[in-house]
């Protein structure tokens, strides 16, 4: 029998939607220019001391600095979600997000002051990343649960398209900056996308201030009330679904990988055109604009497990044939490799994980245990560049092997959980023996 309508919250799943896209797009663009800023400029803005190649291991070991900083940050802001509401963390996100990144634009470099650059430059890194630690989380709780049971996938891919649209901006806002002279891009012109923060601290507020609480958050706290401690609650009984999620989300290497080393090693390592290479990445995000989407509706109609999977699996082949590409210095292949894999294939597991991580969890942990695990499984993502550099002495072979030996983590991991999509969104995270038909 179907439970009265006051059992079921009418949510906002457009709105959220909307503002989670939007609020995504601002968040990423702002953390994604880091790692551009890291692969083409940092090693000679921030680490000039060092030889070029220590000099790039270092500007990208600092991008990872950012993910390490995630699981603390999911740890916080995932009490904060859980006991207080979505809508907190997703506006203190933004605001922590804009400034860092600003002030990054403001830093002296090497030359101007010593050691004391790249020390600064690493803390307002940590800072960025304690942003993201909540950021996802928050907006895919906030989209899940106002989204219809049936199109949960759907609703839930907005956040990463937003991301998506994030990383199209911070490439796009890089490409005529890259193509100034060196000295000017080097001595004021990579500031300038870090400068153009300053609108996601006041769009950030205006956008997010206006968000209503997820209806599913609002009954549980005014009828069985939140739990005190959530984090105890969620590792007392979700600690598999919270490890399950930390291995699955390894996943985000290929975007890592994809993003930093590959762009760092096509530019400096086999002297690859930068704005060629940039477009790569602006083109592949754009397919990934469309197909996000689609790979969700078709998660809401056959489940998450398949799609996800056949991603990962496509992700670990495909990564030989672009890393393969840039070697040889074949154009035409670097472009059609590059968008089918990331813009494409890689959606087939970024459209997917926003609802199958979150539908393992209860509301009164959603946002911690999707903090937790997906930060922790990131932080690893974060280093794989860093790793990437430090083995890729022998060639780029050993990268594809390293990067395919971890999506078949993720394969392993998303094969062993339970597959969610017809389970009703009030019993999520209940164990089969508590559920009834709804």
């Not at 937003?162 to 900056?177: E, R």
């Not at 009954?219 to 609650?233: F, H, I, M, Q, W």
């Amino acid at each position: 029998m179907t439970p009265p309508a006051s059992a079921h919250p009418v949510g906002k799943p457009k709105q959220a939607a909307v503002a989670a896209w939007i609020g995504s797009a601002l968040e990423y663009y702002d953390f994604f220019i880091y790692g551009t800023a890291a692969a083409l400029v940092f090693n000679k803005v921030f680490f000039p001391a060092s030889d070029p190649a220590t000099g790039t291991l270092l500007a990208v070991a600092t991008f990872g600095v950012g993910y390490a900083a995630r699981p603390v940050g999911a740890f916080v802001l995932g009490h904060i979600g859980d006991r207080y509401g979505r809508k907190k963390v997703l506006v203190f996100t933004l605001l922590l997000m804009g400034v860092a990144t600003f002030l990054v634009g403001c830093l002296p470099t090497y030359d101007q002051a010593g050691v004391l650059a790249p020390v600064l430059l690493v803390v307002l890194r940590l800072l960025q990343g304690l942003s993201a630690a909540g950021e996802q989380a928050g907006a895919n709780s906030m989209t899940l649960e106002h989204a219809p049971a049936h199109r949960r996938a759907y609703y839930t891919s907005f956040t990463l398209s937003g991301t998506q649209a994030g990383q199209i901006l911070a490439t796009a806002v890089f490409l005529p900056v890259a193509a100034l002279p060196e000295q000017a891009l080097l001595s004021w012109g990579w500031r300038i996308p870090f400068w153009a923060s300053f609108i996601v601290v006041v769009a950030g507020y205006v956008i997010r201030r206006k968000l209503d609480e997820t209806p599913v958050f609002e009954r549980k706290a005014a009828t069985e009330g939140v739990a005190r401690l959530p984090v105890a609650v969620l590792f007392r009984d979700h600690w598999r679904d919270v490890l399950r999620v930390v291995l699955a989300s390894i996943i985000a290497s290929v975007s890592t990988i994809f993003s930093v080393y590959a762009l760092s090693y096509a530019v400096n390592t086999v002297q690859l055109d930068r704005s060629a290479m940039l477009w790569v990445g602006v083109l592949a995000n754009v397919a990934a604009l469309v197909a996000l989407p689609l790979c969700a509706t078709l998660a809401d109609r056959i489940g998450r497990k398949p799609v996800f999977i056949a991603g990962s699996a496509g992700c670990a082949a495909l990564m030989f044939a672009y890393l393969g590409a840039i070697s040889a210095g074949n154009h035409l292949l670097i472009f059609v490799v590059g968008i089918v894999m990331f813009g494409v294939v890689y959606s087939a597991t970024n459209g997917i994980w926003p609802s199958f991580y979150g539908e393992m969890f209860t509301t009164e942990v959603r946002l911690s245990g999707m903090a937790i695990g997906t930060q922790i499984g990131f932080a690893i993502a974060g280093f794989a560049p860093a790793i990437a550099a430090a083995i890729d002495g022998a060639g780029w072979v050993p990268v594809a092997v390293f990067t395919a030996a971890l999506c078949a983590v993720n394969i392993v991991a998303v094969a062993s959980g339970r597959e969610t999509y017809r389970v009703p969104t009030e019993q999520l995270g209940l164990r089969p023996a508590k559920q009834v038909a709804g």
